[in-house]
DNA sequence: AATGTAGATCTTGTAAGCAAGTTCGCAATT
DNA sequence: AATTGCGAACTTGCTTACAAGATCTACATT
């Protein structure tokens, strides 16, 4: 049993003493942000867990004003929920929520496969080449790979396709959405969706893409997107007191 | 020059006296956001405003820990920019940002629209209803409302576009991009998009939904929410500086 | 007159402590 | 044994105070 699942049997959330970069430009309270919002991403710090103030400030050692505004910028995440009086806790996984996302998703990344159609030959055949470049570096990574790792290729495709639209707005304001989502990927990536199952739908949709069939394309990305909306289901039965 | 007009002739956002309500449930700092993004949303905190910690503390009668946590989120909201030792500003209204929340609209309230093809009778029927209603409302202000007025009654009518995808949800992910948008309108609506004209548009994209005329209604409901990336440039004119 | 430097005065970042509400356990009482 | 009540130990919200960097002004120097 490594040390992340270790800290998942426990009841509270605890953390080793972590240092933060002080020499650096970024600000303690951002550190602990990224750090907290990483491990809730992950599912170490699962749905229900209590994030002390107190806590987290001795394990940092930085004092509770620090570790009070990244939990602030947390909640504004919809990551955690903060009760007055009674604690931090991060939230549960909302299938209502999910389903929005793919929804959401789906419309921006399908519309921006229909912006590529207006876009000058030169620009579209940049893309479509570092969608081929990404493709390859996915199948590098083979089975080998962790979650993490592919999940950032598998990020990386998307935003790629997202660039299609003109410009990395909409895939900049997906970010702010797609947290509660991608805690779900964390695991059905080890169980279900397995990385070689979605590169072979990565291939379809790229392929179509590459050879203009925009409808193709909208509908294979379209259910590659829904996915999920089946697959979190086996998550799910083992993790129900995950869901919401 | 009423007071509002008044505040935005001044070099620093300077405010009254604000008493906060202690009996609610509300915290100060969830007053001061709500304050703070409704001033900034109507440009009386304009663009490149400065946001002083100690000068709100004092005008709100509070100490600066509240007022800091209104600004982080502020900052999340990409309204305001904070820099470390010099201040906090409000953010100039980005063009980018504005065709990009354009795009991201467009993207979903069409899918929405698509969605409701899939929507069963009762359902359908009763969002159109709903409609007509706002759209009633719209015309009973008609030129005499004020831009805040009007500017809630077309949010709703977006919204029901919105909840043809079967849920709330898309358009409170929308909320979260839609600020900066928002600021522009906040004024094209008194010069240049005039309450009329957009009752106008919103009555043709009524009836092709209630006919439905999917592809009519999704035509029309692009062009009605790009409009703003044109008339934005009036508004540019008279007013440079606020613009990056 | 132009320039450079020191200091006062801004700014946000962080620390430490108090206030008020919730929860949970232990002890006294019935 | 069951229940009730009190208190200790938590929680977050807010206040106050200090730290460190940025900026502007006034004065001295060239």
Redesign the interface.
């Known amino acids: 049993m490594d040390y992340f699942s270790f800290l998942m049997t426990m009841k509270k959330f605890t953390l080793p003493d972590l240092i933060l970069n002080t020499n650096v430009g970024e600000?303690a309270s951002s550190q602990i942000y990224s750090f907290l919002r990483e491990r809730i991403i992950d599912n170490t710090a699962f749905p229900g867990t209590q994030l002390s103030e107190n806590e987290l400030a001795a394990h940092f050692h930085v004092s509770r004003?620090p570790v009070?505004?990244a939990l602030?910028?947390l909640r504004?995440?919809g990551l955690i929920e903060i009760i007055?009086q009674k604690g931090s806790f991060v939230k549960k996984i909302s299938v209502?929520?999910l389903?929005?996302?793919c929804?959401?998703r789906?419309?921006?990344e399908?519309?921006?496969l229909y912006?590529s159609l207006r876009l000058e030959d030169a620009s579209f055949k940049e893309i479509v080449f570092k969608l081929a470049e990404n493709l390859n570096q996915q199948k590098a990574l083979g089975e080998h790979s962790t979650s993490l790792e592919f999940l950032h290729l598998d990020d990386e495709f998307h935003r790629l396709i997202c660039s299609f639209?003109g410009?990395n707005?909409?895939w900049?304001?997906l970010q702010?959405?797609k947290a509660n989502m991608d805690r779900i990927r964390f695991f059905t990536l080890e169980n279900v969706s397995k990385p070689a199952h979605l590169i072979q739908g990565h291939e379809k949709i790229y392929e179509s893409v590459a050879s203009r069939d925009y409808f193709m394309a909208c509908g294979l990305l379209r259910s590659h997107l829904y996915e999920i909306t089946h697959t979190y289901k086996q998550v799910m039965e083992e993790n129900k007191e995950w869901f919401l």
Chains 1, 2 share one sequence.
């Open positions: 600000s004003q009070r505004e602030t910028r504004q995440d007055p209502p929520n389903i929005g996302v929804f959401v789906s419309a921006i399908c519309n921006a912006e639209s410009s707005l909409a900049e304001m702010g959405v």
